[in-house]
């Protein structure tokens, strides 16, 4: 689970330096910049390194670990937001609602169409 876990979030943190890099021009300032991340990319995905797992296990895994306890508040405290906001939003809006309903009795259906098919 540890290598998908870093395959996932080493390209986003990648792609936000792109971002970064590219917004401020200071791609000019660093020569080399794409080869050096090609090189970081082989060496975490590369099955022989295993550079993937490693930085997993030297920082995220602490990272996670240490802060669990907000992380677990924070996403109940975002999920009870939403729901609260989709709540209001299904009582305010009749069309909505009705939308709502009729995709969870479509998704109802296709899940007891494989359920039947697969036995």
Excluded: W
């Excluded at 022989?48 to 997993?56: C, E, M, P, S």
């Excluded at 240490?66 to 069309?95: C, F, G, M």
């Amino acid at each position: 689970m540890a290598p998908f876990l870093v395959f996932f979030f080493h390209p986003n943190i990648l792609q936000l330096s792109n971002l970064n890099l590219t917004f401020s021009k200071k791609q000019k300032r660093l020569p080399f910049y794409f080869f050096f991340k090609l090189c970081f990319l082989v060496y975490l995905f590369h099955p022989q390194t295993k550079g993937a797992l490693f930085i997993y296990n030297s920082f995220i895994r602490q990272f996670l670990s240490k802060h669990e306890r907000i992380i677990d508040e924070k996403t109940r405290q975002y999920t009870d937001q939403a729901t609260k906001k989709v709540q209001e939003t299904l009582d305010s809006n009749p069309t909505a609602k009705l939308a709502a309903n009729m995709g969870t009795a479509m998704a109802n259906d296709a899940l007891k169409n494989m359920t039947e098919h697969s036995e």
